[in-house]
Nanobody
Framework: QVQLVESGGGLVQAGGSLRLSCAAS????????IAWFRQAPGKEREFVAH????????SYQDSVKDRFTLSRDNAKNTVYLQMNSLKPEDTAVYYC???????????WGQGTQVTVSS
């Protein structure tokens, strides 16, 4: 089992920045990739970005590619999502997820709310 805890959400004005954290514990050696998803009110959950744990290779959804950056701290088993130039349409609950394959995530955090005011 892998446990994931997100933090760092909050209220920010458009153009501002936030850094989300996803701290992993448990059988972290079984993780291959960690991803961030988000779900806005009334919308389906969507992929935001993922990072391959061992190599640090990242991939981003097109709408966040030039504004969000993933990084990891292996010693702390933590992944960070740095979000810059935030827009109201970034408002959502952000979830981190982990799995042994990209696209297949077995473990999910509880989510953290990000609200961007215009």
């Amino acid at each position: 089992q892998v446990q994931l805890v997100e933090s760092g959400g909050g209220l920010v004005q458009a153009g501002g920045s936030l850094r989300l954290s996803c701290a992993a514990s448990g059988r972290t050696l079984s993780m291959y990739a960690i991803a961030w998803f988000r779900q806005a009110p009334g919308k389906e959950r969507e992929f935001v970005a993922h990072i391959v744990w061992s190599s640090g290779v990242t991939s981003y959804q097109d709408s966040v590619k030039d504004r969000f950056t993933l990084s990891r701290d292996n010693a702390k088993n933590t992944v960070y999502l740095q979000m810059n130039s935030l827009k109201p349409e970034d408002t959502a609950v952000y979830y981190c997820a982990a799995g042994q394959h990209i696209g297949i995530y077995n473990y999910w955090g509880q989510g953290t709310q990000v609200t961007v005011s215009s």
